[in-house]
């Protein structure tokens, strides 16, 4: 019994799954947003398309793992891979079966483009894995347009949205940042990646992350002055705007205060978004 239960745990450290439904919601928040109701809610679509996000992220966790498994030998051994506790056979197989079930529940939605969209990321993401993340910005620009798709794939599901693009565009943005930053944090560290850091330095990089995050903020209004949301959008994304400010100030000198601050500004820009489809 206590066998299986350490096995049990083992295969959910490798999946991460709590991750892979807090980056699922991205969907749904997608689907609302596009119908500017929670009467999305009842679309059965949204939630088999939430359901693809979450199987794909979670195959994304496995190959994570199954790539660095030489890595993760000397800096995280305890991990279910180099540990042993999960063979590395096993744990691509989990993640092919898991790819085929995301791509299965994109069929089931009936919409090509959603197909193509699945696809392309379950690409993108072996791509990012196996030669991207070493290659530092190109890998960075991958992962954040992933981060954005899901929103946009969340409001396919109801209907194509612009103001689910500019969201999606603000978290590419955003995310883009963050990740520069964290490179910039990890550059001492990062021995086996070409990062941002070390082709133009730290200075040149945080400027280019502080360029995205305003590039970011720019857009912010666009709901508010050409789609006819309230004010209580602008009130809510205001607060998130000053948050992007905080990080992009924090980030020349304390990398980790940024990183945080982004975080928490990106959370209060999808409230903002919440807010203004909502009300």
């Not at 949204?46 to 994304?60: C, D, E, N, Q, R």
């Amino acid at each position: 019994m206590s066998i299986s239960l350490l096995t049990m745990k083992g295969y959910l450290r490798l999946l991460r799954p709590v991750n892979a439904i807090m980056a699922s919601l991205g969907t749904v928040i997608g689907g609302i947003v596009a119908l500017e109701s929670v009467k999305a809610l009842l679309n059965y679509k949204l939630y088999i398309a939430t359901l693809a996000v979450f199987f794909v992220l979670m195959a994304g966790n496995i190959i994570n793992d199954y790539f660095d498994l030489e890595i993760d030998r000397i800096n995280h051994p305890n991990r279910p891979l180099p540990s042993g506790e999960i063979s590395k056979g096993v744990a691509r197989n989990i993640a092919i079966i898991f790819f085929i079930i995301g791509i299965i529940l994109s069929f089931l939605l009936n919409n090509i483009i959603q197909m193509v969209i699945v696809i392309l990321a379950i690409a993108l993401l072996i791509f990012y894995e196996w030669k991207a993340k070493a290659s530092g910005l190109i890998g960075n620009i991958i992962i954040s347009f992933l981060v954005g798709l899901v929103f946009i794939f969340g409001s396919i599901s109801i209907r194509f949205s612009y103001i689910v693009v500019i969201l999606a565009l603000m978290a590419i943005l955003a995310n883009l940042a963050r990740e520069i930053v964290k490179d910039v944090e990890d550059v001492k560290g990062d021995v086996n990646r070409k990062t941002l850091p070390k082709k133009i330095g730290t200075k040149l990089s945080i400027i280019s992350a502080a360029f995205f995050i305003f590039v970011a903020i720019s857009l912010s209004p666009v709901p508010y002055l050409y789609f006819g949301w309230k004010g209580w959008y602008i009130g809510v994304v205001s607060i998130a705007d000053l948050l992007f400010v905080f990080a992009a100030v924090y980030s020349f000198s304390n990398q980790s205060k940024g990183q945080n601050f982004i975080k928490l500004a990106m959370i209060m820009g999808l409230i903002a978004f919440l807010v203004g489809g909502i009300l």
